[in-house]
DNA sequence: AGGCCTTCGTTGAATGTTCAACCACGAGGT
DNA sequence: ACCTCGTGGTTGAACATTCAACGAAGGCCT
């Protein structure tokens, strides 16, 4: 008999029935499914808002942001590309790619590095301070508007604990190579 | 006296000082900006993880193996391209991209809706269905190897509570334009 | 029938991201 | 000094997404 009805699973649990070696998949449960799925598309449209705020506003997208914010942050606010890299989650393709941009925008400039010869900095402008404290309130504002304050501080420091062991996991089982 | 240090804020507090309008902000504290920042940085793991095992194992990306799922659910296996569009949450003209890019795979085909003479659907194909349900079983062992098996079940729950707000305030909030 | 407004879906260009190849430099061994 | 290898960062092309503009059809009103 073929089944035609693939079954209500979330974006990832199709129980097929008249498929390759099934049954001894794992599925998700259907509370589990729902919650999948109500992260998903929650993500989906959070990210895009936000992004879609930065630069209707400040002409800014968020990794930009994420990066002015990465900058502001340390001693003499420079950065080496790798670590800026990692501290955003991003390739370091991208994070040439973006911070080429900015350069060009006045946000950043790049410096060589006199340790290591290899090495290239990313040092925050006055300009890219100043765009990051005017962009600041209104993400923040975003931030607590769309996520923060609709959830319950429980249920809020639940979503910390759990993604902060997804990024433990992801940042551990990373394959040596540069995987990104 | 100028503010060198910005302070330790998560990627969008900025605790500035020697900026325009402050303190009327309302800053994350500690632990929200720490929840917030897990969020992003394993939200991009996460995500990029998920996408490149598909793409490696079964040649479809994240975006292409939700619309295969979506379709796969519904009855007839087919469905309107708006109707897609929202249940991802994707823009309209993106949705249109994936699926020329899909169909061009043999995944999906169009066929025009008979009652609407602007409609198009997207139908999923056998062999569209096939490759959906030969990643399923890959794909929900990711999911609960990087995300779900990581929590605990109340905390899991927690986040679908969270997005699920979180989606329905930005469904909500949407400014009647056709913003995507 | 005509006109106006809206929705549906597509298009092509601009913008961002990934991917593979590459060069320069540092580290360790001989 | 010389290899060899790994890392840091860049490059350009391929690929994906956004954006603004558009044509086609439905809905409504007169």
């Known amino acids: ?10 974006p990832m649990t199709t129980e097929t029935g008249a498929t390759p070696h099934d049954q001894d998949v794992n599925w998700l449960d259907e509370s589990q499914q729902r919650s999948w799925r109500a992260y998903l598309v929650g993500t989906t449209l959070l990210m ?33 590309m790798a670590v800026l890299a990692d501290s955003v989650s991003h390739s370091r393709s991208r994070v040439t790619h973006t911070v080429t941009r900015m350069e060009q925008a006045g946000l950043v400039t790049r410096d ?20 990051l404290e005017n962009a600041a309130p209104t993400h923040v504002a975003g931030v607590r508007a769309m996520l923060v304050d609709l959830a319950a501080d429980d249920d809020f420091a639940a979503v910390g604990r759990v993604f902060d062991a997804v990024a433990d996991k992801l940042v551990e089982s990373n394959p040596a190579l540069d995987i990104r």
């Open 48 to 80: 895009d808002r936000l992004d879609r705020d930065l630069r209707e506003q400040h002409r800014l997208s968020l990794p930009e942001y994420e990066i002015l914010v990465r900058l502001s942050e340390v001693r003499g606010n420079r950065m080496r």
């Open 1 to 10: 008999m073929f089944n035609h009805e693939v079954g209500k699973l979330l």
């Open 112 to 131: 060589s590095c006199l340790s290591d010869g290899r090495g290239v900095e990313a040092v925050l402008t006055p300009y890219g301070r100043q765009v």
